[in-house]
């Protein structure tokens, strides 16, 4: 609940972008999740990514489901539309709402609980449509708003905060979105702002369905020893396979980098993706030798992160169904109807 | 005991012209359907009205299926009870179907194979033509066999109901244009089904058919193809869907129209998309995302799906959301019978979803009304901002139906409803997503990105205040309930208004109906009345009920609600709607799962009228 009003002064010397926004402009209601909850970091990498890539506030709709993470859309881009929809069906309304108007950006703000329990299918169908999006599953392996359940990401041995140790097997999003067809896979950690807002620039970027799983640590119910998704776990482990930098259409590439260290893409907005390798050997344009890197470093307890997978010149789901380029809500009676001379015809064939 | 033989009376073969009830009973996948809408549409171009049903299985191949047709001059097209005619196709209801056939009526069979007696029946008169035998010498191919039985039958029947050959000759070469050697096989079956009968078999019988003039310009269609032409020209962009019986047809066609009607000239691209969902949750959930985002969406489905939707219908209602949702109704609960007809789904989709809730619901009686009503919803979706249920049903949706042509007047404009544009939040505008500006209870909405600045808002299925801002306050949420409460109010006077239909003479009995019982009602109150009992009617077409609802049962001592369900669901939502007394709105239930007819009717209305020992 926001009961407190947020301040609307902020520092004058701010920079501003080339839209004249500052990251105020980004910003939205003041969070009610607990303090040091990664997803209120995640947030801030959001704002950081929109402010960086001009995006017009009101041209990007912003949709969840329910949970902690599903909150956060009320705490970013106050001049965005947004729709907290029900419990693990944000994909579907998602990709209903790209339906009806492909000009505007869509970003998909999920959980674990939301997407890989109750809402597995909605996330599974979403990714291998191929719907224009960008989907970040704020991943913490527990229910944070109903107070610390073990959700289906969190690891087989890993405990809860009391002790319990979990049986199941976990569910890797990453995983899923990979066999899925998603063309545009990345793995984050809220703690690891400089490589997460790259990793969202380029999600946004990116035409069709875009997936980040980003490990989001809950302070109150999954931030001790025992947990794989702490922040000491995830600091300690964390495997990054290269750092993005996003370049927009017709800028200069600032840094150089020693030959035979770098894979660039370009992707279909003319944006390019400039990826410095960590690992050397890794290809994010290869998604079955992506598959295996990630499922051998997960099972020596490593968390993989960075740009995994990236196909640039993807086709999305508008493509697939060769929908016209006006929006659907704009088209009216003159578009849509046929007439009733047709109908005439019809009727004819009718008796 | 010494049994003494029993001599079945002699019973006169029926006699009618224009007036009698065939069915055929056939083997699913046996390739029949078409076989026998050949058969129906015959007497259609002969000018006599026809109507026929699909009663069919769960199955693709080898159940029973029937196909039953009635003939009726007068144009009455509800299932009459009784059959006349059986063609009986199919061993494994052989017996079912014999005890069917009215005395005196006929039996038309393959008699290739001799059968005892005790098969038969004394007092039906029987047409055995050697189907099987005369393909086997006229046809090699095994399937060819099989199928040409068919049109064999459809031949032999030409001639004993005299239906003019031409006119079958026509339909055929309709049918199979472009394709000679399909025509030329099923023309030269359809003559030897004739020939056999020309040269063998006393004819015409008692039943025939006789050229008329009582057909005009109507359309002989099914609902799931009007509603979805209802759809296209209601501006419906986005369709999700999931398969399910018996609803998949209508996304079928609206597909197919929309192939035909809705490609841009210019680019060759399309103006609709059409999603098969993974589910019904995933179909309401896109039809909900579209309509937020300002396009016209709808998604078609039946009973079980509704149930999976119900969580969607909530959301949708609680924050306002156009959608439009097209039941066709089968017979439940759970799997219940998925190719039988009901209307059991009325209180599902009245009252559907957790806490507080009550939808608009359209009732159409027919083909031309699914196409109207399906438009309809659309608008009123949009303009009440919230969902729109059509209940139709299986026997409208899946049989084709003799019904008045479709109109479309161009001139007509979609209503949009309350959308605040740029300009008007520009010019400074109050926007509170969830006020009511005009004391209808109706709000305005935004579409996302309309402007920079002004207008955005968090859409959520919480409670919030007129502003859209999160509230867990009791006089917010009282507001905000006490509004959708008078939104819905605002809908009586919207949505499709009941139709009256007074007696000869004022009476004190009044009958209350609507969907598919329409046909079969109309039937009733003639033969009602020519017993003397009189009957005001009305029929609804859609909820919330407008005023005139009430006053109708007012103004009378007893108001019979007729439908298709074992509950008597719109009763109760009657009942419940308008405080009754229910002793004064007795239940008349049909819901076997076939379509209600009007023997049933009048027979159970003269039962209660005669058992409270008034009325004549």
Known sequence: ?351 | MVSVPVVAPVVAPLSACNDFVIKFANVNGSGSASANELFAKSILRMGVPVSPRNIFPSNIQGLPTWYEVRVNEQGWLGRRGGVDLMVAMNPQTWDADLKEIEPGGYLLYDSTKPLPRSKFRDDIQLLGVPLTDICAQNYTVARERQLFKNIMYIGALSVLLEIEPGVIETLLGEQYRGKEKLLDANRKAFHLGRDHVLQHMAHPLGLRVQRADNVGEKIFLDGNTAAALGCVYGGATVCAWYPITPSSSLAEAFQKYCMKYRVDPASGANRFAIVQAEDEIASIGMVVGAGWNGARAFTTTSGPGISLMNEFIGLAYFAEIPVTIIDVQRGGPSTGMPTRTQQSDVLACAYASHGDTKHVLLLPQDPTECFEFSAAALDLADRLQTPVFVLTDLDIGMNQRLCEPLQWDDARVYDRGKVMTAEELEAGRDFGRYKDVDGDGIPYRTYPGTHPSKGAYFTRGTSRDPYARYSERGPDYVYNMQRLLHKFDTARSLVPAPVLRAAARPTRHGAIFYGSTSPAMAEAMTLLERDGLLLDTLRLRAFPFPDSVREFIAAHDVVYVVEQNRDGQLRSLLINEFDLDPARVPAVLHYDGTPITARFIAGAIAERVGAAGSGR
Not at chain 1, 30 to 37: D, E, P
Not at chain 1, 227 to 243: F, I, L, W
Not at chain 1, 260 to 283: C, F, M, N, P
Request: one cysteine or more; aromatic letters at 6%; charged letters at 20%.
């Open chain 1, 1 to 351: 609940m926001t009961f407190i009003a947020k301040p609307k002064l902020h520092h004058p010397t701010l920079p501003q972008n080339a839209l004249c926004f500052t990251r105020r402009d980004y910003e939205g209601k003041i969070s009610t999740l607990c303090a040091g909850c990664g997803h209120d970091s995640i947030s801030a990498a959001i704002i950081q990514a929109c402010w960086e890539l001009n995006v017009e506030p009101h041209r990007l709709a912003k949709l969840s489901g329910i949970g902690c993470s599903s909150k956060t859309p009320d705490y970013f881009l106050g001049q965005s539309h947004g729709f907290n929809t029900v419990h693990g069906r944000m994909p579907s309304v998602l990709t209903g709402a790209n339906l009806a108007n492909r000009e505007l950006l869509y970003l998909g703000v999920s959980g674990d609980g939301d997407s890989a329990s109750i809402g597995i299918g909605q996330f599974v169908h979403a990714i291998r449509r191929g719907v224009n999006m960008t989907y970040i599953v704020e991943n913490n392996g527990v229910y944070g708003l109903t107070k610390g359940q073990f959700s289906a990401t969190a690891d087989q041995g890993s405990t809860s905060k009391r002790g319990v140790v979990n049986a199941d097997s976990p569910i890797d999003l990453i995983g899923l979105a990979l066999q899925l067809g998603a063309t545009y896979v990345g793995r984050g950690f809220s703690g690891d702002k400089a490589q997460l807002v790259p990793l969202i620039k380029g999600a946004i970027a990116h035409r069709g369905a875009a997936f980040l799983d980003v490990i989001s640590p809950c302070v109150a119910f999954n931030n001790h020893a025992g947990s794989t998704k702490s922040y000491e776990y995830v600091r300690a482990h964390n495997e990054a396979v290269n750092r993005l930098d996003v370049i927009p259409e017709r800028e200069e590439i600032a840094v150089d980098y020693p030959a035979g260290s770098t894979i660039e893409v370009e992707q279909h907005d003319g944006s390019r993706l400039r990826l410095h390798k960590l690992a050397a050997d890794y290809d994010p344009r290869d998604r079955i030798a992506a598959m295996n890197h990630v499922q051998q470093r997960q099972a020596r307890g490593e968390v993989v992160t960075g740009l995994l997978y990236v196909d640039a010149q993807a086709e999305d789901l508008h493509t697939h169904l060769n929908t016209v380029a006006t929006p659907f809500n704009r088209l009216g009676a003159a578009e849509l109807s046929p007439g009733s001379a047709v109908l005439a015809k019809i009727n004819a064939g009718f008796r």
